[in-house]
């Protein structure tokens, strides 16, 4: 347990159906609340339909009338500076969402991260998109669904992995934010499968880290790095003709990366190989 709580309490989000009266319609219940709105969605909006309730056009002069008052009604919804930014970091949640495919859950959380951020002050004076960035990599890991860099900055270049990283450890200092250590086992099937790789290799490489976690050889190492040079020795070891660019490449880090964390490694099992 991380100890960061994202949701105080289960909430059943679906509409009530006890019948009060006799109404076949026994649905009452509006909307879901969502962090996702600025205002958990509890505001209403003037539709655009210029019709009574029977279908029939209303007169020009309550057309008039109704067009005022949705223009009104949407000025009102960004009027303060907090919804406008709280808007656009909607927006830009969204982007990291669609290309990202992230599930409800951990987008919740970046908003939730987020919202905390700027009522702690920490937007001001930096760009919205860099602290929703940096929430959307915090929340990943806080649930147990860590994205890499590169893959943030693939899904919106607009912001680098270093603002991303700078954002980051800027939540985690302020936020109190305490997130579990990645386990370099998690980024094996995703490396192996862009290399082609089968999946004796991969138990191979699981293996491996097992017993370099045991000694202690994977602290404070990059699980990324770990888990590409663990793939790397399983290959050499079993004769696969894949090299550390291969290897590099599909975990998205350089072939530096890859050759001090395998040198680290044989320098652990040197004298003590792994068992079979």
Known sequence: SCGYVVQERGVDRGPEWRNL???????????????????HGLSTIIDRIDEDAAGRRLPKEVREKLLRLKKLDATSQVSASEARNLQQAVNIL???VDKLRLSQTIAEAAMLIYRKALKAGLVRGRSIRSIMAAAVYAACRLMGAPRDLRELEKAYPIVKRKT???????????LNIKVPVADPAIYLNKIASKVGLDEGTVQEALKILEEAHKRGATIGKDPVGMAAA???MACQERNQPVTQKDIARAAGVTEVTVRNRFKGLKEVFEGQPLAS
């Open 21 to 39: 009266d006799d109404e076949e319609d026994r649905s009452r219940a509006g909307a879901p609340l969502s962090i996702m709105y600025r205002d």
């Open 94 to 96: 969204q982007i990291y």
């Open 164 to 174: 991303i990283a700078q954002g980051y450890r800027l939540l985690l200092k302020h």
């Open 230 to 232: 663990a793939l790397y």
